[in-house]
């Protein structure tokens, strides 16, 4: 047979077959007619999928958290068994906090018992043992320690506190600024601006015979305020610390007046040795009885080594609550070493330096 019939062959087996495709279709029709009831059509296919769909999640919905979502190669699917397992994790725990508030309202031992066991493990009371913690007021070897040590003058003979506030030579405009609210925080000090000819050694010597108790510099890096130093005088110790966080009044939100009164002050977490001798530090900068009509307080709260201080005023409302209002400035410190007698960094006799090697764990403090 040539090509052209053969072709012509198939196409007209084609029309064969196309001539008999409505009976097909009717007999189609008889059969669905018979299996819908009367007035209804066969639902379209993409709701037919979409009804299975959510078919096939309401009777997986039981067994979400036994679906293991890293076995399912779908990312769509995987994506909605993790949202629908939180979610379920969720429920679950409102159940559980909601039934144990209904029974601690019954029973208030209950919830007295709940807080005495239910202690969170934070980095603070899970810090590795250190030898160096100390209490002391049970301790007689800190006791006798302190008696004779070079803050003794101040606390056992009522010296009075004599601050000199400086700077860095050449100090940008931020350095000083930060330097002169420094001196603002204790009553007793006085800021001086430094010369060019003025090293650490002879401003000691002036700062010596001018009966001052103790020397506070803050450095500059790239014209920002980032180390302070603070140096007892006349004897030491020198201590270190890196600055960082500074925020000055004006920079506060809502903040007060700073008044002319002398504050309180109180020291948080400074429990090793090391700690007491720069909270003991801290003290000596201050006077010895606060003047409690100015409402003042300043705070050095020790947390994982990092230093922050605080100043607010407080006041008592009528329902015996205490109100604070922050005066400023805020800064962080974090001690960098610590120097047996006066500033000397070529002969000087370190106690304490920090150093990369003892970040052994984040769970291990000096403070």
Request: glycine content about 4%; hydrophobic content about 35%; proline content about 6%.
């Amino acid at each position: 047979m040539p090509k052209a019939a053969a072709i012509s062959g198939r196409r007209r087996t084609q029309g064969s077959s196309s001539e008999a495709t409505p009976e097909l279709r009717s007999d189609f029709s008889e059969r669905s007619n018979r299996r819908q009831p009367s007035g209804m059509t066969p639902p379209r296919p993409s709701t037919a999928i979409s009804i299975s769909a959510a078919a096939i999640a309401a009777a997986t919905a039981g067994g979400l958290r036994r679906t293991n979502p890293a076995d399912i190669a779908n990312k769509m699917r995987r994506s909605q068994i993790l949202q629908r397992q939180a979610a379920e994790i969720r429920h679950l725990k409102l159940k559980a906090r909601l039934a144990i508030k209904k029974a601690e309202e019954q029973n208030p031992a209950l919830k007295e018992e709940r807080l005495a066991t239910n202690v969170p493990r934070t980095l603070e009371n899970t810090r590795e043992l250190d030898v160096t913690i100390v209490d002391p007021e049970m301790d007689d070897e800190v006791m006798q320690d302190e008696e004779t040590d070079e803050f003794a003058k101040y606390f056992v003979h009522g010296l009075t506190p004599k601050v000199l506030v400086t700077t860095c030579r050449r100090a940008d405009k931020d350095t000083i600024v930060f330097a002169k609210e420094f001196r603002s925080i204790i009553p007793a000090a006085h800021y001086v601006k430094r010369g060019q000819q003025f090293t650490i050694q002879r401003i000691v010597e002036i700062a010596n015979k001018r009966e001052y108790t103790d020397l506070v510099i803050v450095s500059e890096d790239k014209g920002e305020p980032n180390a302070i130093t603070f140096m007892h005088l006349p004897d030491g110790p020198t201590a270190h610390f890196k600055l960082s966080s500074i925020k000055l009044n004006k920079e506060i939100r809502g903040h007060g007046r700073v008044g002319p009164h002398k504050p309180e002050l109180i020291l948080n977490n400074f429990n090793t040795r090391l700690g007491h001798t720069i909270g003991r530090m801290f003290a000596a900068l201050f006077p010895h009885v606060p003047e409690f009509k100015g409402r003042q307080v300043a705070t050095f709260h020790n947390q994982r080594d990092f230093i922050f201080f605080r100043r607010h005023r407080y006041i008592f409302n009528e329902e015996k609550e205490c109100v604070l209002q922050e005066l400023g400035p805020r800064f962080t410190l974090k001690l960098k070493w610590l120097q047996k007698g006066i500033y000397d960094l070529r002969n000087g006799e370190y106690e304490w330096m920090h150093k990369p090697e003892l970040d052994t764990s984040r769970r291990r403090f000096f403070l």
